[in-house]
């Protein structure tokens, strides 16, 4: 999903997005028992949302990173949260050119 995340092509960078958004949600259901590879894998999905190129940013995935960054139950997965939410909030906006 990462090397799809940002293509050209709506429809794969919209599925790719829906992919890493539902990783956070990874072995965070009681009856996993995955404690080392569950943080591990809802800390690389931030990581990647963190990449995200503006055109493809919508609130979903700021609210989603928002609530794993309150509510994840690893530090480094609210780390790799946050870091991703900044990255986000600090990168330029693609200018809309249709109009220049």
């Known amino acids: 999903a990462e090397l799809l995340l940002n293509n050209?092509?709506?429809?794969?960078?919209?599925?790719?997005?829906?992919?890493v958004v539902e990783a956070l949600d990874y072995a965070t259901q009681p009856w996993y028992d995955?404690?080392?590879?569950?943080?591990?894998?809802?800390?690389?999905?931030?990581?990647?949302?963190?990449?995200?190129?503006?055109?493809?940013?919508?609130?979903?995935?700021?609210?989603r990173l928002v609530q794993v960054m309150h509510e994840d139950a690893d530090a480094a997965v609210r780390d790799a949260a946050?870091?991703?939410?900044?990255?986000?909030?600090?990168?330029?906006?693609?200018l809309d050119r249709s109009h220049a």
């Open 8 to 19: 050209r092509v709506e429809a794969i960078s919209r599925h790719a997005i829906a992919v």
């Open 82 to 94: 946050y870091g991703a939410l900044l990255g986000l909030a600090a990168a330029p906006e693609q």
């Open 34 to 63: 995955l404690p080392v590879s569950g943080p591990q894998v809802r800390k690389q999905a931030a990581l990647i949302l963190g990449a995200l190129e503006p055109v493809f940013r919508d609130d979903v995935v700021f609210q």
